[in-house]
Nanobody, 121 residues
Framework: QVQLVESGGGLVQAGGSLRLSCAAS????????MGWYRQAPGKQRELVAS???????NYADSVKGRFTISRDNAKNTVYLQMNSLKPEDTAVYYC???????????????WGQGTLVTVSS
């Protein structure tokens, strides 16, 4: 079974920074894409950023130029550096992995439990 453990959420003032981390475990051989989604109260979950095993990245327009996604393939870990945070960035952030191959099963995707990011004005 694949497990994703997130860390780094919290409360920050507008203009501040936070760094989220997500470590995947479970006898993993490879992960195709890793990324972050977020869900604000009363809104649908949306993609924030993603990164492939080859390093290709994709960002939501609302975070371009402020957020940076990166990954360490050897550690099966993905990071999200969030700068110039705005109150509208407040949400629960979920780690996501797509195309997870383990030594036992292959998984189409896996989700973390979510970490709350609150940006005060």
């Amino acid at each position: 079974q694949v497990q994703l453990v997130e860390s780094g959420g919290g409360l920050v003032q507008a203009g501040g920074s936070l760094r989220l981390s997500c470590a995947a475990s479970g006898r993993i051989r490879s992960i195709n894409a890793m990324g972050w989604y977020r869900q604000a109260p009363g809104k649908q979950r949306e993609l924030v950023a993603s990164i492939t095993s080859g390093g290709n990245t994709n960002y939501a327009d609302s975070v371009k130029g402020r957020f940076t996604i990166s990954r360490d393939n050897a550690k099966n870990t993905v990071y999200l550096q969030m700068n110039s945070l705005k109150p509208e960035d407040t949400a629960v952030y979920y780690c996501h992995c797509a195309g997870v191959r383990t030594f036992i099963f292959d998984y189409l995707d896996a989700w973390g439990q979510g970490t709350l990011v609150t940006v005060s004005s």
